[in-house]
């Protein structure tokens, strides 16, 4: 079973940054493509990005582009998810997760089911 570990949310202003990080372990994160998923209340999970294994491709969903970066160090197997002007509605449990295949592929990629492992997720809230 791998685990990947997601920290650095809180609670932010209207405005605000934050960066999330997702450890994993390392011959598997390496190989791995990795996204970004956040759900709110009673909401379904949805996309916000991803990044191919060598860090050379991303993608990202409309509500985050200009906003969020992601990003990759394979010598730290960690993942981040550096996130600027931040809004209300940007308030969610924020996962990662890893998909083995390694590459990026679009529709598959914003679909929850084609990444292999999750993190437990990180709290995301934005509010003054």
């Known amino acids: 079973q791998v685990q990947l570990v997601e920290s650095g949310g809180g609670l932010v202003q209207p405005g605000g940054s934050l960066r999330l990080s997702c450890a994993g372990p390392?011959?598997?994160?390496?190989?791995?493509?990795m996204g970004w998923f956040r759900q709110a209340p009673g909401k379904e999970r949805e996309f916000v990005a991803a990044i191919s294994w060598s860090g050379d491709n991303t993608y990202y969903a409309d509500s985050g582009k200009g906003r969020f970066t992601i990003s990759r160090d394979n010598t730290k197997n960690t993942a981040y998810l550096q996130m600027n002007s931040l809004k209300p509605e940007d308030t969610a449990v924020y996962y990662c997760a890893a998909d083995l295949a390694g590459t990026l592929r679009y529709p598959p990629l914003i679909r929850p089911s084609s990444y292999d492992y999750w993190g437990q997720g990180t709290q995301v809230t934005v509010s003054s």
């Open positions: 390392g011959r598997t994160f390496s190989r791995s493509a």
